[in-house]
């Protein structure tokens, strides 16, 4: 059974930084990309960031550029999302996904706070 777990998030003041981190199990996710996105409340959810399999490769959402860096170590399975500079416009539940044929495997977020 595919799992993907989230954790790293939390409260933070503005300016401030937070990792988050998130675990994959159940099959082998090294050969495909990996994927952040958030929700905030009342709104979509978007994409934030993803990194292709090999880790040569990012993609990030125009809002996040210079502030979040997406990172993955095959070897634990593990994609990472640094956050530097927060906002509090980047308040948000963050989840993960795995690029298959489409955003195929999510999980079940976590929920990231920054105050004013």
């Known amino acids: 059974q595919v799992k993907l777990v989230e954790s790293g998030g939390g409260l933070v003041q503005a300016g401030g930084s937070l990792i988050l981190s998130c675990a994959a199990s159940?099959?082998?996710?090294?050969?495909?990309?990996m994927g952040w996105f958030r929700q905030a409340p009342g709104k979509e959810r978007e994409f934030v960031a993803a990194?292709?399999?090999?880790?040569?490769?990012?993609n990030y959402a125009d809002f996040v550029k210079g502030r979040f860096t997406i990172s993955r170590d095959n070897a634990k399975s593990t994609v990472y999302l640094q956050m530097n500079s927060l906002k509090p416009e980047d308040t948000a539940v963050y989840y993960c996904?795995?690029?298959?044929?489409?955003?195929?495997?999510w999980g079940q977020g976590t929920q990231v706070t920054v105050s004013s």
């Open positions: 159940g099959r082998t996710f090294s050969s495909y990309s």
């Open positions: 990194i292709r399999w090999s880790g040569g490769n990012t």
């Open positions: 996904a795995v690029y298959i044929t489409s955003w195929t495997y």
